[in-house]
């Protein structure tokens, strides 16, 4: 089984594109945080920020063009995808990105609407 559930902020404004026949695609970073803490003989342990690469497709990504922002948090369950690709100097390259199959928004509304209409001014 193939399956990834995250909780984290969104690093950056997603970027949607149209591909064939009009099928929407977004990309954007995810942040998760795992806290820090300390332990028994008084070591910290610091918070620990992983970004993952999300891509959704179709509807999904018609939803994230019209109200996902920088700094929103979100469920994102889905299933994760490698690809690996040589450059034009030959270096090889893996990219780990996770294709969303499902999305909910954890911003409260309001807080939503504030930042909407703080880009505006």
């Known amino acids: 089984m193939n399956k ?4 984290g902020n969104v690093g950056k404004e ?3 594109r149209y591909v064939d026949h009009g099928v929407a695609v ?13 332990l028994q003989n008084g070591t910290q342990v610091p918070d620990r920020t992983d970004w993952h690469n999300i891509v959704m497709w179709r509807r ?6 019209k109200y996902v922002h920088k700094g ?7 299933r994760l ?3 690996t690709y040589d450059d034009k ?4 390259y893996s990219i780990t990105e996770v294709w969303a199959e499902n999305m909910e928004m954890l911003t409260p509304k309001s807080v939503a609407d504030n930042k ?6």
Do not use: C, N, Q, W
Not at 26 to 38: C, K, M, P, V
């Open 4 to 7: 990834v559930m995250l909780i």
């Open 14 to 16: 997603p970027e949607i």
């Open 26 to 38: 977004a990309r954007f970073s995810l942040a998760t945080t795992e806290r820090g803490y300390t």
């Open 60 to 65: 999904l990504a018609e939803i994230v063009e």
């Open 72 to 78: 929103d948090k979100l469920y994102v369950e889905g």
């Open 81 to 83: 995808r490698y690809t």
């Open 89 to 92: 100097h030959g270096k090889r």
């Open 116 to 121: 909407s209409a703080a880009d505006v001014k």
